[in-house]
């Protein structure tokens, strides 16, 4: 029962980042995935996230590390083993081992990325299960029900 509510309230959080990622309200413009594993094939979620990535201009890549790294930092006060950036053209991701308990890491991932105001403008954070990415979407793909639910 305890469990089955922390994870309705993770959801809850996540809905509300990712409905002011998709221009349904909100300051931040950003997004925290839920870390549900999009495609089975693909447990980390590589193929539909890369599928849905612009390039990232020399100016995002550096404000995308630069919040990665104050992130992980917020991430290791609290306990959390977290790897350093890893940038592509495309992303940012920090990755983290199986041992660590993912319902408390995203709690800590909304609570860290808000006390550092909110992930970069137009980006998009998401948990998964080994790694944390951040990224601009090509396009919103939260539907349009949760947004209207949420608002």
């Known amino acids: 029962m305890v469990r089955r509510l922390r994870e309705a309230l993770l959801v809850g959080a996540t809905l509300v980042l990712l409905t002011a990622a998709c221009g349904?309200?909100?300051a931040?413009?950003?997004?925290?995935?839920?870390?549900?594993e999009p495609d089975s094939a693909d447990a980390t979620g590589t193929s539909k996230i890369r599928a849905n990535q612009r390039a990232l201009t020399s100016e995002e890549s550096k404000r995308f590390v630069d919040f990665a790294n104050d992130l992980r930092s917020c991430l290791a006060r609290n306990e959390m083993a977290i790897s350093r950036p890893n940038a592509t053209r495309t992303e940012i991701d920090l990755e983290y081992g199986q041992s660590v308990d993912r319902a408390s890491l995203?709690?800590?991932?909304?609570?860290c990325g808000d006390s550092l105001g909110g992930p970069p403008p137009k980006s998009s954070l998401q948990v998964f299960p080994t790694r944390i990415v951040i990224?601009?979407?090509?396009?919103?793909?939260?539907?349009?029900?949760?947004?209207?639910?949420?608002?």
């Open 24 to 26: 349904g309200g909100g």
């Open 28 to 36: 931040r413009g950003t997004a925290a995935g839920d870390g549900a």
């Open 106 to 111: 995203m709690s800590l991932v909304v609570r």
């Open 135 to 151: 990224y601009v979407p090509k396009q919103c793909l939260l539907d349009e029900k949760v947004i209207r639910a949420t608002a």
